[in-house]
């Protein structure tokens, strides 16, 4: 009986153990997926800063060419 009740508790504490092994695996994916995000956005950040910054040249350089 004492070790049948061991063994369950081994049980209940392997079921825990891959019930967080498998949300870690899956909070490294969101994790993943928003780093993935976070880099798009950045990126077009970038870009759309670029654009602006060249588009304010052009303005100042036609302002200041009439």
């Known amino acids: 009986v004492a070790l049948s009740t061991r063994l369950d508790g081994f049980e209940n504490k ?3 153990v891959n019930a967080i092994e498998q949300n870690a695996s899956e909070m490294d994916e969101r994790i993943y997926f928003v780093e993935q995000s976070i ?3 950045n990126s077009f950040r970038r870009d759309t800063n670029r654009s602006l910054d ?3 040249n052009q303005v100042r350089n036609l302002a ?3």
């Open 14 to 16: 392997f079921r825990v």
């Open 54 to 56: 060249q588009l304010t």
């Open 39 to 41: 880099d798009s956005v």
């Open 64 to 66: 200041y060419s009439e």
